[in-house]
């Protein structure tokens, strides 16, 4: 897959990427299904110097029936509990349908606070537990697996964009910095500006 994008083959890129990523989906299906306990969602964080990506497996009746994943960015100085509580507060607290379970990766300060708050809000229990061993502990780590995938794919698919752009404008580097200008007005009048400007990027 790599070597496509190198090649410049980007179609054949993405097909390849697509297909070992319809692979894992497989693989992590048969083995969610061994787990005993039903109604889980489980969390994994991957992180690099600009992007933090949260993905999260939905466990149904011992079986994961699907996945999303988020994109947070401006987080690169804060601790990966802080990222895992302020995910659970804005995710969970607005959702109708809370699991019995969400497994993360690591224990969280206001774990045992959050955890009551979601359980009054579903009038059941709900708990918040980051495992330790055993087979919990492997299904948190593929979750974490696969959002350091998605943030792989989405840095490949950001230079495969840049590529296009250094060649469209016959630079001899790819662009570090970009910057766009928006100016709307009303008849001629109210003129308003906008300035928006990409981060640094690092050529690979």
Request: net charge neutral; proline share 1%.
């Amino acid at each position: 897959m790599k070597q496509s994008a190198l090649n410049q083959k980007y179609e054949e890129a993405a097909e390849l990427r697509d297909k070992i990523q319809a692979i894992e989906n497989i693989n992590q299906k048969q083995k969610v299904s061994n787990m005993v306990e039903n109604n889980i969602d489980v969390i994994g964080i991957a992180r690099n110097d600009l992007n933090v990506c949260v993905e999260i497996f939905f466990v149904r009746g011992s079986k994961m029936i699907g996945r999303e994943h988020y994109f947070l960015n401006e987080l690169k100085d804060m601790e990966t509990g802080e990222i895992l509580s302020g995910f659970i507060k804005t995710y969970y607290i607005e959702k109708e349908n809370i699991p019995n379970k969400i497994m993360i990766e690591e224990k969280i300060e206001d774990e045992e606070l959050l955890s009551k708050v979601l359980s009054e809000k579903m009038g059941r229990k709900v708990e918040i537990k980051s495992p330790q061993k055993g087979e919990k502990l492997r299904f948190v780590e593929m979750a974490k697996n696969n959002a350091k995938v998605t943030l792989e794919n989405k840095q490949e698919d950001k230079y495969e964009i840049l590529t296009e752009i250094k060649e469209k404008l016959e630079l001899d580097f790819l662009p570090r910095k970009i910057e766009t200008f928006d100016i709307s007005n009303i008849s001629g009048t109210n003129i308003v500006a906008r300035n928006v400007r990409t981060r640094r990027w690092k050529n690979k």
